[in-house]
């Protein structure tokens, strides 16, 4: 056989070989479509379908041509990053470390020592300690600073990132040093960590009026059942006595649907929508009625809200206020009307994604449903509001100092002894005036600021003698204000301290007792209300 004859017969055998697998590829595609359905049809049309091959090969050719680039990790995140940015603001990719404490939350508990921090120019100011987690027997205090963790330096780190170094799996060790007394005396404790449950409720009780006071500050899994525990417990043995229920949701972030839904229903007759959900798709689509009886049998009741209630709160504070169960005290709500899920992506991390908006008795959303998702909502506002001195732009500034805690931190004693509230000044209050100037704080109104800004501009301009002089009269007066606002806010000054000090001495509990609910102007106002007093 000639060479030709040979490599036509490999060919031919080729060609025969070809068709056998080209009829077996047709008979395999006809029966995916048949199996499938319109989906196959769909996926094979789509054209959106090849987006992810396009990505895939577009960083092949990058690795090859341009290898000086190629991260594909890199790359990957910036295009991932770009893609959520499309999103509303409340959707976004969560590294595996974030979904863990997502996780977290679906719990209700975490491996931890027992803290709430913030951040501190020298790493992590504690706030509160829990008496029963690691380190309130081991003696750490609020006010307390962690400036290393292990072997890191917290100086330049966030709270959100630091406490990533705090929290572990349960039984492994952590290192912590700690400073005391504006950094004069250091600590350095081995702790180890504990699986801690989260604390919904940091205070319940009985108040001097007879209200059942109840402070809520998330509605993360658990916090249902921590409220009906407290009714339980507080309520139904003395209910009687008790004339009326005050829910504090002021600077509650939210957290799950379902725990506000659960909350909801303890507080309402069979029957009342809690809330509906309208979302994307028809499948989404659903309302939740109120199942069973009041547990408190219709007790006149205010719940108190700000700018910082948000998500699962509103959702508690909504429904109970439009079912006309609850009045709302306080200021208008932070207007978060939109339903988040998680998708895992099979890496421990996850997608978080808005898929439905809320709304409530008469058809009330907090998000317009014919808006963009990512508008906000106007929140829900107040049946009775009130504007607390702690929200003005001066008691803003100090707090944000942290210098009130440092000093009530390291003055605990001599604050506790004296009774913040009579008609003398205590001793140490221009002790801490004196020790806010040391430290630096200078505060500039924005009356100070638009008057220097206006200054400045009639320098510029050229301005007359008389207008110049007519600004700097204004700089200095509104200078003097500013300077004189020590004087004008020393109540909630002494007041501020003396429940830092509390807390730190005593706890939390202490510090509700004796230094906020008796003092605290919305729940003032709640209490009147309740009681049927008029609050003119």
């Not at 719990?107 to 951040?119: E, K």
């Not at 509390?502 to 509990?509: M, P, Y």
Request: hydrophobic share 40%.
């Amino acid at each position: 056989m000639s060479e030709a004859e040979t490599e036509n017969k490999l060919t031919s055998g080729f060609r025969d070989e070809g068709r056998r697998y080209l009829k077996w590829g047709l008979f395999l595609f006809i029966l995916l479509v048949i199996l499938t359905g319109s989906s196959a049809v769909f996926v094979l049309s789509e054209k959106d379908a090849y987006a992810p091959y396009r990505l895939t090969y577009a960083l092949d050719l990058i690795s090859v041509l341009h290898p000086d680039s190629y991260n594909p990790g890199q790359l990957i995140g910036r295009a991932r990053k770009s893609i959520m940015e499309q999103l509303d603001r409340y959707s976004g990719y969560l590294e595996p470390a974030e979904m863990e404490r997502v996780d977290e939350e679906f719990t209700g508990a975490y491996g931890g020592i027992g803290i709430t921090v913030v951040s501190h120019r020298y790493g992590l100011l504690i706030m509160s300690v829990r008496e029963d987690g690691p380190a309130g027997r081991a003696g750490i205090r609020t006010g307390d600073i962690i400036f290393m963790v292990d072997s890191t330096n917290l100086a330049e780190s966030t709270a959100y990132s630091a406490t990533f170094l705090l929290r572990g799996p349960e039984n492994t060790p952590v290192e912590v040093k700690i400073a005391r007394n504006e950094m004069q005396d250091t600590l350095h404790l081995k702790l180890i960590r504990e699986r801690l449950s989260l604390i919904h409720i940091p205070y319940a009780g009985i108040t001097d009026n007879g209200n059942l006071y109840v402070r809520i500050i998330d509605f993360e899994t658990g916090a249902a059942r921590d409220i009906r525990k407290t009714i339980d417990t507080l309520y139904l043995p003395q209910k009687d006595s008790v004339s009326g229920i005050i829910l504090d949701l002021r600077g509650n972030p939210g957290g799950l649907l379902n725990e506000a839904r659960e909350a909801a229903d303890l507080f309402l007759d069979a029957g009342k929508l809690i809330v509906g959900v309208r979302g994307r798709s028809y499948w989404k689509d659903f309302s939740y009625y109120s199942t069973g009886r009041d547990m408190t049998d219709n007790i006149p009741m205010a719940i108190i809200t700000d700018r910082g209630s948000a998500s699962a709160a509103e959702i508690l504070a909504g429904s109970l206020k439009f079912a006309g169960r609850a009045i709302l005290v306080g200021d208008t709500t932070f207007g978060k009307g939109l339903v988040q899920e998680y998708a895992g992506l099979g890496d421990g991390s996850a997608l978080r994604l808005t898929t439905s908006r809320y709304y409530f008795e008469g058809g009330v959303f907090l998000n317009d449903p014919d808006a963009e998702v990512i508008d906000s909502a106007a929140g829900i506002a107040p049946d009775y509001y009130i504007k607390l001195i702690d929200s003005y732009d001066f008691p803003l500034a100090l707090e944000n100092s942290f210098l009130m805690r440092e000093f009530a931190a390291s003055r605990q004693n001599d604050i506790i002894r004296y009774a913040p509230f009579s008609e003398a000044d205590p001793f140490w209050l221009e002790d801490f005036y004196q020790y806010a100037e040391e430290h630096g704080f200078a505060y500039t109104s924005k009356t100070t600021e638009a008057a220097q800004a206006a200054k400045i501009t009639a320098a510029l301009e050229n301005h007359s003698d008389t207008v110049f002089d007519a600004i700097d009269r204004i700089c200095t007066v509104s200078h003097e204000i500013d300077r004189g606002q020590f004087q004008h806010y020393q109540d909630y000054i002494k007041r501020r301290l003396y429940q830092i000090a509390l807390e730190a001495e005593f706890g939390t509990e202490e510090a509700y007792r004796y230094a906020i609910i008796p003092y605290h102007q919305d729940i003032i106002l709640a209490e009147r209300l309740l009681s049927g007093a008029d609050n003119d």
